[in-house]
């Protein structure tokens, strides 16, 4: 397999990379569907943006977000069966009871762990340890630039997270469960192990003050883009959504059989990101996951980081042990 030449890397030549837009095979079918599968992302974060922008502050809450969000997440489960991007893809009941498994576990203990030790609790401490006053004169810009960079600090500061997860061995160790998933569909996102899933969920915005119109305004972004990431659904996404934002195709080849395409596409919501720094790689990919695709149970999910570092310490301290997986 000779794989294509990206910048200075060889993608593809250890796995099927599909690498150029204009490559991806597009939605097949009448007019209708050519049309709605082109607009359905764009109309979505715009009709999202409205609403949380005019929405009056009796349903203008946290509660109405986490709704919408279960309600969005099922729409896009209806699509994945209308329209799925690879049919090798197609959701089963047992793995859809799986991913519930993480997805309940997001909604509970992690929620949970989050308010007592999350960013708010631990910027909260260093600001009363050293005295800091927040910013907050970032309250009199304009509403929906306080969403934007409430989107754009969080971004950022998760891409490098995800990039160093993939270029340091122990934080790999906490995020190598996730690439052993070998589809994608609606909550595949969720699958992990929890101490990846609360790192990748820490952020640096609570040093600012934003209005919370604004926060709510930033999550119904991350909702309309970042939830893309993880659904088998085809789209034909317009060419400046695709530029500007992360897309299932970008992730697809993140999460590819191929080491150098696994080593890109780190951003959450913007890959102009993952363009700034040199790696983006634009295409797709069908074959995912590691070690040939063999799926993760969710008791080796669990203990994973653990097992994997105390075989890895036995293996320096010079004593019999398994070989350490090799960070892709």
Request: aromatic share 16%.
């Amino acid at each position: 397999m000779d794989g294509v030449r990206v910048g200075n890397r060889m993608i593809g030549a250890q796995a099927p990379v599909t690498v150029g837009w204009e490559n991806i095979p597009r939605v097949e079918g009448g007019p209708v569907k050519q049309f709605v599968f082109t607009w359905f992302q764009p109309t979505v974060l715009f009709a999202l943006i409205a609403f949380w922008y005019y929405a009056p502050n009796s349903i203008a809450k946290a509660s109405t977000a986490i709704g919408i969000g279960i309600g969005f997440k099922i729409l896009l489960l209806a699509l994945e069966w209308v329209n799925p991007r690879h049919d090798s893809w197609r959701l089963t009941w047992k793995e859809l009871v799986t991913d519930l498994f993480y997805v309940s576990l997001g909604y509970t203990v992690l929620r949970m762990l989050n308010t007592y030790i999350g960013d708010e609790a631990l910027i909260g401490a260093i600001q009363q340890s050293f005295d800091l006053d927040k910013l907050a004169w970032f309250t009199g810009l304009p509403l929906l630039l306080q969403a934007f960079l409430i989107s754009f600090i969080f971004d950022f500061g998760q891409y490098w997270m995800h990039r160093g997860m993939h270029n340091w061995y122990p934080l790999w160790l906490t995020h190598a469960p996730h690439h052993y998933i070998t589809q994608l569909n609606i909550n595949k996102g969720a699958v992990g192990n929890p101490v990846e899933l609360f790192l990748i969920g820490l952020g640096i915005g609570g040093f600012f003050d934003f209005l919370p119109r604004a926060f709510l305004l930033a999550g119904a972004i991350g909702m309309a883009v970042s939830t893309y990431q993880h659904i088998n659904v085809r789209f034909n996404t317009p060419r400046w959504w695709r530029f500007v934002f992360n897309t299932t195709e970008h992730h697809s080849v993140h999460h590819s059989q191929d080491y150098e395409a696994s080593r890109s596409n780190y951003s959450g919501t913007y890959i102009f990101i993952d363009r700034m720094f040199g790696t983006c790689v634009d295409g797709e990919a069908e074959l995912l996951g590691m070690e040939g695709g063999r799926p993760m149970s969710i008791r080796e999910t669990m203990t994973f980081p653990f097992t994997e570092g105390w075989r890895t310490v036995k293996e320096r301290l010079g004593r019999p042990g398994s070989t350490a997986v090799p960070a892709e």
